[in-house]
């Protein structure tokens, strides 16, 4: 039984999971709290006492699901709010004392690569590999990977500190604006466009995006007209890129209280869904492959494949 935590600049999600042959989970019990947690770092450099508590809330949650299912392997990480800020400390100290969680933040690099490793098995069969990117709240990775005899390789991988929380706040209330939209999406352009040149030879026709984040899985909920989230459903959906990306385009003329309305977005998230649009038309700009797979999976699934990794080659080494 395994336990993994990814505390990020928005959201602070649990999974437990049980490995199961040949190489898949079985997830056990799952937790999703959005936290904030990087709320007003971009101009402050502090973690807010009020965010700060908010996510010692939800992490005495995850704590008391650990200690249910009495999970011995945990591990917990933290992203780009917790880089940032001057102030991680008081965060990682009050989430031993006060919630028995060992928080380590975790490098852009570390980062991008466990998003990768979560979302691998999702590269398509008839592909020669995909471009990986995670759409956070903090920062945003992209992981381009090819296939060989061992499996996925990296081919490049780079992490910017832009993401939709962020974003949001650089814009205010622009950025739950049409006019906003436009504006995050050209500059998004400009910001990625650095990382195309690094990968001149991506091939849309035997390549694909391969795309996780709330926006993402969010865009493809839309476009699959659920009522509702449905994780089953859209998780390693395929899409056709360009009507993805009208599904942002159709959203973006919207307001914050009719996209509250929207069953896969809610209240909660409304006032971000054009911030995190934008950054993904960017993307898909740069990188214009004609199909897309959705991946509700990344950081969680790559630490769950990570730890079982290491406790196998831990067993073999005993055995020796």
């Known amino acids: 039984m395994l336990a993994v935590l990814d505390l990020g600049t928005n959201n602070c999600r649990l999974l437990i999971a049980r490995s199961a042959p040949p190489d898949n989970f079985r997830v056990v019990d799952s937790f999703s709290r959005i936290v904030r947690l990087g709320e007003g770092v971009g101009e402050s450099g502090l973690l807010s006492d009020t965010a700060i508590d908010r996510t010692i809330a939800a992490l005495k949650i995850c704590a008391q699901r650990i200690s249910r299912h009495r999970v011995r392997h945990v591990r917990a990480i933290a992203t780009q709010a917790a880089r940032q800020a001057a102030n991680t400390d008081i965060l990682i100290a009050r989430a031993r004392d006060e919630a028995g969680i060992v928080l ?54 780079a992490s910017l500190p832009v993401g939709v929380v962020n974003l949001a706040e650089q814009y205010g209330a622009a950025a739950r604006t049409r006019t906003g939209f436009e ?23 035997r390549e694909h995006l391969l795309g996780t984040s709330g926006t993402v899985t969010t865009l493809a909920a ?99």
């Open 222 to 320: 839309i476009a699959l007209k659920l009522p509702r989230y449905n994780r089953a459903k859209v998780d390693a959906s395929w899409h056709e890129t360009p009507k993805l990306l009208q599904v942002a385009d159709r959203i973006s003329r919207m307001d914050v209280g009719a996209l509250a309305k929207i069953g896969s977005i809610g209240p909660e998230r409304a006032d971000l869904m054009l911030a995190g649009s934008a950054i993904f038309a960017a993307i898909c700009a740069l990188w214009p492959s004609p199909m897309l797979r959705v991946a509700d999976r990344g950081l969680r699934e790559g630490m769950l494949r990570q730890m079982r990794d290491e406790l196998s080659a831990h067993r073999r080494r005993a055995q020796a």
């Open 104 to 157: 380590n933040v975790i490098s852009p690099e570390d980062e991008a690569d466990l998003a990768a490793l979560g979302c691998a098995p999702l590269i398509g069969r008839k592909y020669q590999g995909a471009l990986i990117f995670d759409i956070g709240g903090g920062s945003t990775e992209i992981v381009w990977q090819r296939k060989s005899e061992g499996g996925p390789v990296k081919r490049f991988a």
């Open 183 to 205: 504006t995050m999406r050209e500059a998004m352009r400009a910001r990625f466009a650095p990382l195309a040149d690094n990968i001149p030879d991506f091939d849309p026709n």
